[in-house]
């Protein structure tokens, strides 16, 4: 036989062999279950081989196979938490959207949509105009926040081509505030492409196309991902069937006695600026008496007693009576939360204190329950380009403003905290 011959029989053999494995189902199975995370109970009703089931879902997404299998996890872990906490939100998610409705989308805004975007409304097509929102609450006594991840078609009506938020599409809706994240579709006025903000209007510029921008993602797949991540692992507290985005340290806890007291806390874009500087910060705190205490250590609170610092090392002391207009009796078991607010001229600050408590049994013994130091940072923020581009000598910027305890701040200003009985909304309070 020739080499010639050998030759073709030698590739006729290898082209069977590739033949029997392409027609190989375990490793089209295997390839289902990573890319398309398709479980035995979806292909058994497809009806299908593997090999077809795989082929038929490229057909339709393959252009989304470096996201598709983390998009399908995060909303289907999303899905079945809540589902157990919240069902009335998962109730108001929509349908996924087919490629012709993602492609007009295009077409009405001219403008591409990146494909991770695109994927994960292949899977859910946002939510309802509801409440709550699916991506977050915050709750003060004047002032209400809920995220709506938004529709397809809702996101491209709200598209922005206006000086400052120019190609820029609305991710998510509060129908409360008007507050919206948004995600730049250009590398234009100073953005990165694809990164997602809370516009932030300079309340100082001349100029109304001079927007800062608080960054919360540098693209949708991490934005999201992280996010439930967040809710999934039990970092956002569920409370009154709605998401909170309130950030607790592990770290955080303070133990004096019997009492312990632990902080979680959370940054308001909507109430914050950047010009003039003025960074708004909730905080909810928790005491917590243990079960395994004597009846005897019940206890009241009396005051508080607060030690703020803000980046540039500036103190300020805040005394007074009870919390948020409250005398919590705190008794074995028994958990006490609630949740108040402060203000920083600077992007960052801490605070830390104690609670005055006096014996229900033992009138006349009084002592102190410390609370642990909890930081508070704003998030990334970029200052408009509009801004940069005009003269600073313009503007004036006063960063004297003094941080203050929300329960004393009621005396002087506008004040926004609230007491959290449970099963009851804070805007109805």
């Given at each position: 036989?020739?080499?010639?011959?050998?030759?073709?029989?030698?590739?006729?053999?290898?082209?069977?062999?590739?033949?029997?494995?392409?027609?190989h189902?375990?490793?089209?199975?295997?390839?289902?279950?990573?890319?398309?995370?398709?479980?035995?109970?979806?292909?058994r009703?497809?009806?299908?081989?593997?090999?077809?089931?795989?082929?038929?879902?490229?057909?339709?997404?393959g252009?989304?196979?470096?996201?598709?299998a983390?998009?399908?996890?995060?909303?289907?872990?999303?899905?079945?938490?809540?589902?157990?906490?919240?069902?009335?939100?998962?109730?108001?998610?929509?349908?996924?959207?087919?490629?012709?409705?993602l492609?007009?989308?295009?077409?009405?805004?001219?403008?591409?949509?990146?494909?991770?975007?695109?994927?994960?409304?292949?899977?859910?097509?946002?939510?309802?105009l509801?409440?709550?929102?699916?991506?977050?609450?915050?709750?003060?006594?004047?002032?209400?926040?809920?995220?709506?991840?938004?529709?397809?078609?809702?996101?491209?009506?709200?598209?922005?081509?206006?000086?400052?938020?120019?190609?820029?599409?609305?991710?998510?809706?509060?129908?409360?505030?008007?507050?919206?994240?948004?995600?730049?579709?250009?590398?234009?006025?100073?953005?990165?492409?694809?990164?997602?903000?809370?516009?932030?209007?300079?309340?100082?510029?001349?100029?109304?196309?001079?927007?800062d921008?608080?960054?919360?993602?540098?693209?949708?797949?991490?934005w999201?991902?992280?996010?439930?991540?967040?809710?999934?692992?039990?970092?956002y507290?569920?409370?009154?069937?709605?998401?909170?985005?309130y950030?607790?340290?592990?770290?955080?806890?303070?133990?004096?006695?019997?009492?312990?007291?632990?902080?979680?806390?959370?940054?308001?874009?909507?109430?914050?600026?950047?010009?003039?500087?003025?960074?708004?910060?909730?905080?909810?705190?928790?005491?917590?008496?243990?079960?395994?205490?004597?009846?005897?250590?019940?206890?009241?609170?009396?005051?508080?007693?607060?030690?703020?610092?803000?980046?540039?090392?500036?103190?300020d002391?805040?005394?007074?009576?009870?919390?948020v207009?409250?005398?919590?009796?705190i008794?074995?078991?028994?958990?006490?939360?609630?949740?108040?607010c402060?203000?920083?001229s600077?992007?960052?600050?801490?605070?830390?204190?104690?609670?005055?408590?006096?014996?229900?049994?033992?009138?006349?013994?009084f002592?102190?329950?410390?609370?642990?130091?909890?930081?508070?940072?704003?998030?990334?923020?970029?200052?408009?380009?509009?801004?940069?581009?005009?003269?600073?000598?313009e503007?004036?910027v006063?960063?004297?403003e003094?941080?203050?305890?929300?329960?004393?701040?009621?005396?002087?200003?506008?004040?926004?905290?609230?007491?959290?009985?449970?099963?009851?909304?804070?805007r109805?309070?």
């Amino acid at each position: 036989m020739s080499i010639h011959s050998i030759s073709i029989n030698s590739c006729c053999c290898l082209s069977r062999r590739l033949n029997q494995l392409s027609s190989h189902d375990p490793l089209w199975k295997r390839h289902c279950k990573k890319y398309w995370l398709i479980s035995e109970e979806e292909k058994r009703k497809r009806n299908q081989s593997w090999k077809a089931v795989f082929i038929s879902t490229y057909s339709d997404l393959g252009r989304y196979i470096r996201y598709y299998a983390t998009l399908k996890k995060a909303w289907d872990d999303l899905e079945k938490y809540l589902g157990q906490r919240c069902p009335r939100m998962i109730g108001s998610l929509k349908e996924s959207v087919r490629e012709e409705d993602l492609d007009a989308v295009e077409a009405q805004i001219g403008c591409k949509l990146p494909d991770d975007y695109r994927c994960s409304f292949r899977i859910h097509n946002g939510q309802k105009l509801v409440v709550p929102g699916l991506m977050g609450s915050m709750a003060l006594s004047n002032h209400y926040r809920s995220e709506d991840l938004l529709d397809i078609d809702t996101a491209a009506g709200g598209f922005q081509q206006r000086l400052g938020l120019k190609q820029c599409l609305p991710l998510t809706f509060c129908i409360h505030t008007g507050l919206s994240q948004y995600m730049a579709l250009e590398s234009v006025e100073g953005r990165n492409k694809y990164e997602i903000f809370y516009q932030c209007p300079d309340q100082m510029a001349r100029n109304p196309s001079a927007i800062d921008m608080f960054i919360t993602g540098t693209s949708y797949l991490e934005w999201f991902t992280s996010y439930v991540n967040k809710v999934v692992t039990g970092d956002y507290p569920i409370i009154r069937d709605q998401i909170f985005r309130y950030v607790h340290d592990k770290e955080c806890v303070a133990t004096t006695g019997d009492i312990t007291v632990s902080v979680s806390t959370s940054f308001l874009p909507e109430l914050s600026s950047v010009h003039p500087p003025h960074y708004f910060f909730t905080y909810r705190i928790r005491i917590e008496m243990s079960k395994d205490a004597l009846p005897e250590k019940a206890c009241q609170l009396d005051s508080r007693y607060w030690r703020i610092t803000n980046a540039k090392g500036d103190v300020d002391e805040v005394q007074g009576p009870g919390v948020v207009g409250e005398f919590p009796i705190i008794s074995p078991g028994r958990v006490y939360e609630y949740s108040s607010c402060t203000t920083f001229s600077t992007t960052s600050g801490y605070m830390e204190g104690y609670y005055t408590f006096h014996c229900l049994y033992y009138k006349d013994k009084f002592f102190n329950v410390t609370i642990p130091r909890f930081h508070m940072v704003c998030p990334t923020f970029k200052v408009s380009t509009a801004r940069m581009e005009t003269n600073h000598n313009e503007y004036a910027v006063d960063e004297d403003e003094d941080s203050t305890d929300t329960d004393e701040y009621e005396d002087r200003r506008r004040v926004l905290d609230i007491p959290a009985p449970p099963g009851r909304c804070p805007r109805h309070t």
